[in-house]
């Protein structure tokens, strides 16, 4: 019944404010392809549901139906804590902007999930929401350039986003993660 309640709370939260900013602009077209794999989570805006995780993680596949699945993981409170997993899935809501999509771990709940911003090579992505209350920032390795989240956090701003709510996630150095 818990998990139930966190649910509605959220998406309370998420349906409330969405029309109080000036429209999000996503990447546009996303190649889900290139997309698939795993993410390290290098940022993000603190979540109830993420509560005293690290080393976080999100894995893509694409199912048969040509959905995606998603796993995304996180150790408790240190690197070598508890292991905890969120199973759900993900699809594009519209062909014409691939890069908004809606993810769900809980029917009927969905959200938003929307790629506002992605890396030529996809080496890292942002994942944001309208209402600016959700926020990601992932890369394919457990650490990035400074200079990289830097200038992430300048185009937030012009995003109308809280840069000083976003925390940095803490993740393996890259050689332990090898």
């Known amino acids: 019944m818990k998990q139930f309640g966190i649910v509605l709370m959220m998406l309370v939260s998420v349906c409330a404010t969405a029309s109080d ?3 999000l602009e996503t990447v546009g077209k996303l190649d889900l392809n290139r997309y698939l794999g795993k993410w390290y989570e290098v940022a993000a805006i603190p979540q109830s549901f993420q509560k005293g995780c690290v080393a976080s993680t999100a894995n893509y596949s694409l199912r048969d139906d040509g959905k995606i699945d ?15 997993s969120a199973h759900g899935k993900a699809w594009v809501v519209n062909p014409e902007d691939t890069s908004k999509l809606k993810v769900q771990f809980f029917w009927p709940f969905s959200g938003a999930y929307w790629v506002i911003e992605l890396g030529e090579n996809y080496e ?6 309208p209402n600016r209350k959700y926020l990601w920032i992932l890369s394919r390795t457990p650490q990035v350039d400074q200079q990289l ?4 956090f300048e185009r937030l701003k012009d995003k109308a986003y809280d840069v000083s709510r976003i925390k940095l996630t803490l993740q393996p150095s890259a050689q332990a993660s090898e």
Not at 70 to 84: F, Q, T
Not at 124 to 129: E, S
Request: with cysteine; net charge negative; charged share 25%.
């Open 149 to 152: 989240i830097d200038g992430v």
């Open 70 to 84: 998603v796993l995304n993981e996180c150790r408790l409170d240190s690197l070598d804590g508890k292991l905890k």
């Open 21 to 23: 900013f000036p429209p």
């Open 124 to 129: 890292y992505a942002v994942i944001g929401h």
